[in-house]
Antibody, heavy 120, light 108 residues
Framework: QVQLVQSGAEVKKPGASVKVSCKTY????????VTWVRQAPGQGLEWMGWISVYSGNTQYAQKLQGRVTMTTDTSTNTAYMELRSLTFDDTAVYYC?????????????WGQGTLVSVSS | DIQMTQSPSTLSASVGDRVTITCRAS??????LAWYQQKPGQAPKLLIY???SLEGGVPSRFSGSGSGTEFTLTISSLQPDDFATYYCQQYNPYSPYTFGQGTKLDLK
């Protein structure tokens, strides 16, 4: 069955970078886009961006442009999200999610989430 | 970016009630709207896509409607498992996607 398994929790200092991985199982990795969503403690969902695994094309939320990079490794069926120049406001649970179907913009399968804490 | 506004932010209801959550877009998104349910400590779960299409395995008491800028999620008869937070998400092609701020549905 389809599974997305994310890397473990991270603690980072302000100004540092974090790279979260999302290893996928149970489907053809290149056929579905991967989206990243984050959720600050007690807050709502924030769409960060998506990557076409097939083409490598990306679209990022405007507020994260220049700080975020989404990539994939098709040899290991793994997606990555790197966020740089971290601030306290970046403390959140980060989710990867797979598109429902080819080219769809909504997500049917989600990872378990990765807590990134930014603390001095 | 397209802004999504949900109302109400909190909704108190009882088992068996019919409830409706509204989501408004700052510009037309046709039918490119999805609804998710999220419970504490869990990832979101897809309920509805393309404004009114029910995801497989989702109970038929959930329904969605709307197009353009105004959308609704209706639960026809609340069950104990339905108390959660609900989010709309627009996925209009060629623009960044965005979520509504969420509606927390709790027990009256």
């Amino acid at each position: 069955q389809v599974q997305l398994v994310q890397s473990g929790a991270e603690v980072k200092k302000p100004g540092a970078s974090v790279k979260v991985s999302c290893k996928t199982y149970g489907y053809t990795f290149t056929n579905y886009d991967v989206t990243w969503v984050r959720q600050a403690p007690g807050q709502g969902l924030e769409w960060m961006g998506w990557i076409s695994v097939y083409s490598g094309n990306t679209q990022y939320a405007q507020k994260l442009q220049g700080r975020v990079t989404m990539t994939t490794d098709t040899s290991t069926n793994t997606a990555y999200m790197e966020l740089r120049s971290l601030t306290f406001d970046d403390t959140a649970v980060y989710y990867c999610a797979r598109a429902h179907s080819y080219g769809s913009g909504f997500q049917a399968y989600w990872g378990q989430g990765t807590l990134v804490s930014v603390s001095s | 970016d397209i802004q999504m506004t949900q109302s109400p932010s909190t909704l108190s209801a009882s088992v068996g009630d019919r409830v409706t959550i509204t989501c408004r877009a700052s510009q037309s998104i046709s039918v490119w709207l999805a609804w998710y349910q999220q419970k504490p400590g869990q990832a979101p779960k897809l309920l509805i896509y393309k404004a009114s299409s029910l995801e497989g395995g989702v109970p038929s008491r959930f329904s969605g409607s709307g197009s353009g800028t105004e959308f609704t999620l209706t639960i026809s008869s609340l069950q104990p498992d339905d108390f959660a937070t609900y989010y709309c998400q627009q996925y209009n092609p060629y623009s960044p996607y965005t979520f509504g701020q969420g509606t927390k549905l709790d027990l009256k």
